[in-house]
C-alpha cells in the first residue's frame, strides 16, 4: 500500500462514517478523506465536529481549525448531538425513495408496504428526509449514552462496511432499476480500491483506548436487535392508546428475546 492510500486510509478512519455528504462531497466520508489527502481543509466533518477537526489537523500537522457548526446542540464530548430517523408509518405510502437514499441500509419495506427505520442503525444522515414526497420522516434526539472511543469505532467499521455493501449492490441493481433513483453519483473506481483492505487499517484514536476484550458486533445480530426494538417501540405506541392482551403478550416476548440476543 503506498503512503497517499495509507494517508487516505487514516484519515478515513478518523471520520464517523455518517456519509451525509455535508461536507459537500455527496458520495460520502471517503471522498473527503480523499480530498483532505490531496490538500482540502479538515473542518467539514459537521457530524464530527471540533473533536475530528481537531483529530485531523494533528493528523495532517496542519493549523487547528473551528469546525464547521451544526444546527444541533453539542454533546458531552464535544460533537453534534446524535441524531435518528423517524418514519410516521401511518402517513408512509411505500414509495421505496428513501430505501435507496438510505447510505447504511437502515430502512426496511417494500413498494406499496409500511417502511420502517432500523434506528440503532441510522446514522442521521437526513438524506432520507427530502426525496420523502408525503414529508412523514422526522429526526429526533438520539438519547442512547454517548459512545466512547473504542464503541465509536466499532459503530463507525460497521457503517463503513454497509457503506459499501450498499454502493455494490445498488451499482449491480443500476441498470435493471425501475425504480427511483435518488443517491448522488459514486466513484466506484475509488471505492472498489478502498473496500477490499480497508479492515487492515486501524484508527489511531482505537490504539490506547480499545480494551483487549472489545469484539465487534455481528452485524446480523445488530439488524436482528434493531428490528426487535422497533417491534418493542411500536407495541408500546399502540399500548398507549388502547390496551390488549395479546399485544402484551407480544410485547413481553420481544424484551425476552431483546435481553437474550444482548446477553449473547
Known amino acids: ?25 455527496r458520495d460520502g466520508c471517503l471522498p473527503y478523506a480523499k480530498s483532505m489527502a490531496e490538500g482540502e481543509a479538515a473542518n467539514k466533518c459537521i457530524p464530527g465536529g471540533q473533536p475530528v477537526a481537531d483529530a485531523l489537523a494533528q493528523l495532517l500537522q496542519r493549523p487547528r481549525l473551528i469546525a464547521e457548526a451544526s444546527v444541533w446542540p453539542i454533546q458531552s464530548d464535544g460533537r453534534p448531538q446524535r441524531m ?15 430505501i435507496s437514499a438510505c447510505p447504511v441500509d437502515a430502512i426496511i419495506g417494500s413498494g406499496k408496504l409500511m ?28 438519547h442512547q449514552a454517548v459512545p466512547d472511543d473504542a464503541l465509536r469505532i466499532i459503530e463507525q467499521n460497521d457503517l463503513r462496511q454497509r457503506y459499501y455493501a450498499h454502493i455494490q449492490r445498488e451499482e449491480k441493481q443500476r441498470s435493471k432499476r ?14 472498489s480500491q478502498f473496500s477490499t ?40 405506541k ?7 392482551a395479546q ?13 437474550l440476543l444482548q446477553g449473547a
Not at 120 to 132: F, N, R, S, V, Y
Not at 209 to 219: F, G
Not at 238 to 244: I, K, Y
Not at 247 to 259: D, G, W
Open 115 to 142: 417502511h420502517s427505520i432500523l434506528t440503532d442503525l441510522c446514522t442521521g444522515c437526513e438524506l432520507c428526509i427530502a426525496p420523502c414526497p408525503v414529508d412523514c420522516i422526522d429526526l429526533v434526539e438520539d
Open 1 to 25: 500500500m503506498n503512503l497517499q492510500i495509507s494517508l487516505i486510509h487514516t484519515i478515513d478512519a478518523l471520520l464517523p462514517q455518517t456519509q451525509c455528504g455535508l461536507c459537500g462531497h
Open 197 to 236: 483492505s480497508s479492515s487492515s487499517i486501524i484508527s489511531p484514536a482505537v490504539v490506547h483506548s480499545t480494551p483487549e476484550t472489545l469484539t465487534p458486533v455481528d452485524a446480523k445480530s445488530t439488524i436482528e436487535l434493531a428490528k426487535i426494538r422497533t417491534q418493542i417501540k411500536k407495541l408500546e
Open 247 to 259: 399485544k402484551r403478550m407480544q410485547l413481553a416476548e420481544y424484551h425476552q428475546q431483546l435481553m
Open 84 to 98: 435518528k430517523a423517524i418514519i410516521r408509518e401511518d402517513e408512509c405510502i411505500g414509495c421505496t425513495k428513501c
Open 238 to 244: 399502540q399500548l398507549g392508546v388502547r390496551e390488549d
Open 178 to 191: 425501475k425504480g427511483p433513483v435518488v443517491r448522488a453519483d459514486i466513484d466506484t473506481a475509488l471505492f
